[in-house]
C-alpha cells in the first residue's frame, strides 16, 4: 500500500515504511475497570475532603493565586478605594466593615511578604485610576524592596483566556472543597516534612497556613491560629527564624552591623513619589497606614528601622496623609496571636477604628495642600 | 524553567473543552460537519493562549497548501524548487523571526563587537509562540514530501486545515506525518468503547506522568539545583541533574501519551514518541526511542537529503554533525542547545567509529554487557543534560565540575526531602525502561490482572485530584 496523503491515488515514489499509525487497544474489561477507578477515587477523595474539614479547612476558603489577585486588579478603574501593602493591611483588614463604616469597599490588592512599591507604580501607570490608594507600610519590606509574590505583576501582563477560565472553574471546586488548598498538597507537606538533616544544613523554616480568603481577597488569619497553641508557637518560631536568618551580619569584631546608607532611602522615597505624583495628578491621592505587631517584631522594626529615618521621611517628603498604631490609643492593645497580625474579631474592631481616623486625616492633607497651592 | 502561558492539558479548562469536544464529535451529525468542529476546536484550544497567533496557524496552512498544489502541478524542475524554498522560507521565516530573532541580534552584536563596531541591538519584546517548531515542521514535511515525490497533495483543504492544527499534538507533538494523519480525516472516526476507555487511561497515565511524578516527585530537586548560584556538593549537582533527566522525560512523555489517549478518545491514531529512552544500549538506540517524530523527522527530511550515509565515510560524520546541531538549536535559540546537540552527534559518530572499527565479540550479547552500555549510555546522556537545562556556558561548566567534585568551595542546596523522591523515581523510572525496553505498554497492559489495573488507575487518579493540578506549563512548550 503506497503512502499518500491522497485517498484517491497511490503516490508517486515512496522510499519508506509504511506510516499508516495503528493503536491496538488491550483486551481488557474496560468500562467496568474505569467505573471502578473512577468510584474508588470519589471514595478515597471524601475520605480526603473529611480529613482536610477535621483538620480546620473550610470550603470557600480561596486559593490566594495570581490569577484571584488579577480578577481584583480588573477592578480596579475611577474613583476606586485599593489597598496594597503586604501581609499586615491584608488580613487585618476588614472590608466588610470599611464598607460599612464609609460606604465603599476597597479592593484588596495587598500581598504577603511584598513591598507595595512595584504596585504603586502599577496603579500610577493606569491612566484609567484615580481613586485612593491605601499603603500597608512594613517599613522593612518597603525599604528592603523584599517582593515575595513577584509572579503576580508578571501573571497580569501575560493572563491567557484559559487561565482566566481556569480561576472561574477553580474557584466553582474551593467553593465545594476543602482540601484544595496550598498547604494541603502532598507536595508541599512533604516539603515541610522535618528529616534528619545532612551535615552543616540548617532546618528548613517556611511560613505555615495563615490565612483564610474570601472570594474577593477580604482575608482574616486562620482560626487555628487562635485555636491550637502548638500551631500558633510554630508560627511564631517562624517568625523569629526568618529575622534571624535575615538579619544583616555582625561586622568581623560583633558590631552592629552599620545601619542602611541614606541612598538606599532616598532612592525609595523618591520612588512612591514619582507614582503617588502620577496618582494625585490624575485628581487621586494615596495615604499610608501602619498595623500593630509586637514580639520579636518590636525590636527588629522599631530599632532596625527607626521611624525618624524611615516612617517620618516616608509621610513628611512625599506630603501624604498617615496614621500609624503608635500614635492612637484607639489603636493599641489589640490581640495579635503570632505577632505580626490580628485575630479576626480583632480584625474587625481595628478596622472600625482605623478608617475614621484614616479618613480624617486624608481630609485635613487634602485641605493644607489646598491651602499651600 | 519560566511559567509559559498556560493552554494545558492539565488544567481544568482543558476538561471542560474535552468533554465538549468529546460530545460533539458523539453526535450524529455529518463527518464533514464534526471535522469542522474539530477544526474550530483546535482554534480555540490554541487561541485559549494567546488569540492572535492563530493567524500564524493560517499563514502556515494556507502557504503550504497552495505551494503544494503548485510543485505537484509542474513539472519544470526549477519552478518546483521556487515553490519549494517559498514554503520554507515561509515557516522558517515565521521561526526564525519569533524564536530566533534576538538570538541572531545578540550574535550579530557580539560579532561586531569583536571586530571592534559598537553595535546596540533593539530591545526584542517578541513573544514566542507556544509549539511554534512543532507546527512549523509538521507543515513543512507535507510541502516536502509532495516536493520529494513521496506523496500527492491532499484534495481537501479542510483536512489539511485540520492535519497542521489538530488539537491533541498542535503545541508538543508528536510532529506528525501527512501520510499518518490526513489519510484517517477521509474517513468518519468515532472511538469505539475500549478505544475511548483506553484512551481516558492514557491521559491518566500522561497526566500522573506530569503532574506528581515531573512536577511534584523530580522539579523540587532540579529546580534548586539549576536555580543556584556557584558550586554545588557532588551529591546536590548528581541529584539536580539526574532529577532533570526524569523530570524532562516524564513531563514531554506525559505530554506526548496525553495527547495520543486525546486523540485515541475521538478514534485517530497517533504514533508513539518514546519507547523507554533510558534503556537505550548507544546512542542511535537512543534516538530511535526518544522524541521519536523529531529525530525520524531529522533523519527524512535533514540527514537524507543532505547526503546521509551514501556519501563516504567522511561525509556520515559531517551529515550526523550537522543534523544534530540543528536538532539542538531547534529545541532553543541558545547556544548551550546547539552544544547539547553537538554532544550527541559526537556520541552518534563516536558509536559509529567503534561499530566500523571493532570486530563483534561474542560477549557483546550477554546481559551484562548491554546492562553496562545502558549505563553508560544515560551517563552520558545526563551530561548532555547539563547543557540543556544550564541558563549559561558558566552555570554549565560549574555543575560539570560540581558533579565530579573539582568545584571550589561546594555548598549543599538541597534535603533529604528531594534527594529521597529523587533517588526512588529515577530508580525506579530507568529499572522500568529496563524491564519494558522491548515489550509495548499495550502488551503490558494486556497481561496485567485486571484488578491491578483498576488499583493503579485508581492510585493515578486520586493522586491527581490531591496535588490540585500542576505548577507549570509543560515544558515542550516553550519550544
Redesign the interface.
Known sequence: MPSSTSNSKPSLARPFDDEIVRRPVPTRPWKGLALTALAATIVLTFGWELYWRAHDHIPGDFKNTPALWAQERRKVEGDATVLIGSSRIFFDTDLDVWEEAIGVRPIQLALEGTSPEPFLANLAADEGFRGTVIVGVAVPLLFTGYVYRDDVLKYVGTESPSQRIDNVLSMQLEKVFAFLDEQTRPKRMWFLTALPLRKGMEQRVDVRKLEVLKADRNTEIWSRLMEDEAYRDLAKYVWAEFLRRQAPPPGPNGEPPPPMPDEAINAVILNMKASINKIRARGGDVAFVRMPYEGVYTAAEDQGFPRERFWDRLVAETDSASVTWHDYRELQGYYLPEWSHLAPREAERYTRALVPILYEQIEKKEAERGANE | MG?S????FN????V?FFAIVVALHSAPLPWRVKKFNLLIASYLFY?????PFVILLWISTAVDWQVARWIHRSTDAGRRRFFLILSMATNLGILGYFKYGEFLLQNFSTLMESIGITYQAPEWNI?LPIGISFYTFQTMA?SL??Y????????SLLDFSLFVTFFPQLVAGPIV????L??QF?EPKTA????F??G??LITIGLFEKIVLA???LA?AADAVFGANGSLAALDAWTGVLAFSGQIFFDFSGYSTIA?GTA?CLGF???NNFLYPYAAIGFSDFWRRWHISLSTWLR?YLYIPIGGNKKGSARTYVNLMITMLLGGLWHGASWTFVVWGGLHGLYLGAERLLRENVPAQEWFKSLWFKIAMGLVTYFLVNITWVFFRSQSFDQAKTMLGSMFGLAPEPQ?VI???EI??TVIVIGAMVTTHWLLRLR?M??V??VTP?WL???I??IM??SL????GSDSAFIYFQF
Not at chain 2, 502561558?5 to 494545558?8: A, F, Q, T, Y
Not at chain 2, 520529494?148 to 484534495?155: A, C, N, Q, V
Request: charged fraction near 20%; hydrophobic fraction near 45%; charge should be positive.
Open positions: 511559567e502561558r498556560r493552554v494545558l488544567s481544568l479548562t482543558f471542560v487561541a485559549a493562549w494567546n488569540p513573544i507535507y514530501d509532495v520529494l515525490k513521496r506523496s500527492e497533495p491532499t484534495k506525518r501527512p501520510t499518518q490526513i489519510p477521509a469505539t468503547a475500549p478505544q476507555y483506553w481516558l487511561g512536577d511534584s516527585l523540587p495520543i485515541l491514531a497517533l504514533p527524512d549543599k534535603y533529604l526531602n529521597i523522591p509495548s499495550e502488551d497492559i494486556a485486571k489495573i483498576g488499583v488507575w485508581a487518579l486520586f485530584v490531591i496535588t490540585q
